[in-house]
């Protein structure tokens, strides 16, 4: 009976060796692609999609008009460098009889890296096609570049709709023509995404502040470009402020709302603009959306000392 069973542990072990010394088997293959670039909230009746456009590495601590190894050392408390890595979101607002979007992203203007709206609304449940309203921010070609592929109108139902004061200075040749050398993108970016809509008859500048379908209101909030606004989402009593470029980097502006960026064309105005809004979202505890917040973009500002805290929403599921 020993003798058996020796032989048997001894058959085992024989067998287990030509496993024991093989080759491991190779790992399943990393993806290496997100999920899709879309979230979901419903403000009062209405729902609101943010939208990803995909990330963009931005030399932050030469853009921010501050000391470049304060921006440095600010990111790194919060376990950030430079360039650093920012979204670019726009947002879809279903009323129940409109669809509105807020910004389109780059489209092909900033390279591969951004241009990723499309594929997103798409897997978000919606086409272009399906668009009623576009409303722009303001004309900087991350915000307008989704507009258009290859001279195209990507949105061929839509009205497209921004402030009165930045068309007339982006949408300007004679503008374009006196700017410095590295300002002219700016100006080509803001034409050929907008001059297919105006030309189409589907371009109609925004004067002033008021509403512009029920429930979507436009909030002129000047500086960042002359004509950049913001649009206020309103619902059952709650309310939703998409505040476009009001701030470009959280971990910086809002501990120093002082603090602005090159982008800027007007920084007093802008940091005006900036602390009004922030000091009434902070007062009255409504929803804000951001361009360049990370994605989702979405949040809550409270104060704290002489600047704010921002408080990103909770992660929802629809019910």
């Given amino acids: 009976?020993?003798?058996?069973?020796?032989?048997?542990?001894?058959?085992?072990?024989?067998?287990?060796?030509?496993?024991?010394?093989?080759?491991?088997?190779?790992?399943?293959?990393?993806?290496?692609?997100?999920?899709?670039?879309?979230?979901?909230?419903?403000?009062?009746?209405?729902?609101?999609t943010p939208v990803n456009d995909g990330t963009v590495d931005l030399p932050v601590d030469q853009l921010l008009r501050q000391k470049p190894e304060q921006t440095r050392a600010t990111l790194e408390k919060n376990f950030l460098k430079a360039p650093?890595?920012?979204s670019d979101n726009a947002f879809l607002i279903n009323t129940g009889s409109k669809l509105v979007l807020v910004d389109t992203?780059?489209?092909?203007?900033?390279?591969?890296?951004?241009?990723?709206?499309?594929?997103?609304?798409?897997?978000?449940?919606?086409?272009?096609?399906?668009?009623?309203e576009i409303y722009?921010?303001?004309?900087?070609?991350?915000?307008?570049?989704?507009?258009?592929?290859?001279?195209?109108?990507?949105?061929?139902?839509?009205?497209?709709?921004?402030?009165?004061?930045?068309?007339d200075f982006w949408l300007s040749q004679a503008n374009m023509d006196k700017a410095p050398a590295d300002k002219k993108s700016f100006f080509q970016g803001a034409m050929t995404a907008i001059n297919p809509y105006v030309q189409a008859g589907k371009f109609k500048p925004i004067d002033g502040a008021g509403q512009l379908v029920p429930g979507v209101s436009a909030m002129p909030e000047h500086g960042h470009t002359p004509g950049h606004t913001s649009y206020v989402v309103e619902s059952r009593g709650q309310k939703l402020v998409l505040m476009g470029d009001l701030i470009h980097v959280a971990s910086v502006q809002f501990d120093n709302p002082q603090v602005t960026i090159g982008f800027d064309s007007d920084e007093k105005a802008a940091y005006a603009s900036r602390k009004q809004v922030f000091d009434d979202a902070a007062k009255n505890g409504y929803l804000v959306g951001g361009a360049h917040l990370q994605f989702p973009g979405l949040g809550h500002i409270a104060g704290q000392g002489k600047g704010y805290r921002w408080i990103p929403v909770n992660y929802t599921q629809m019910r």
Avoid: W
């Fill in 84 to 86: 650093l890595e920012t």
């Fill in 105 to 132: 992203g780059a489209g092909a203007l900033f390279g591969p890296t951004l241009g990723k709206f499309v594929n997103n609304l798409k897997a978000a449940g919606y086409q272009p096609e399906q668009i009623d």
């Fill in 1 to 48: 009976m020993i003798n058996a069973c020796k032989t048997t542990l001894l058959a085992a072990l024989v067998a287990a060796l030509p496993a024991a010394f093989a080759p491991a088997h190779a790992a399943a293959p990393m993806v290496k692609t997100p999920a899709p670039g879309f979230f979901r909230i419903m403000v009062g009746d209405f729902e609101v």
């Fill in 136 to 167: 722009i921010t303001h004309m900087h070609g991350d915000h307008v570049g989704g507009l258009v592929n290859s001279g195209q109108r990507v949105f061929p139902n839509a009205v497209v709709r921004a402030g009165k004061a930045d068309a």
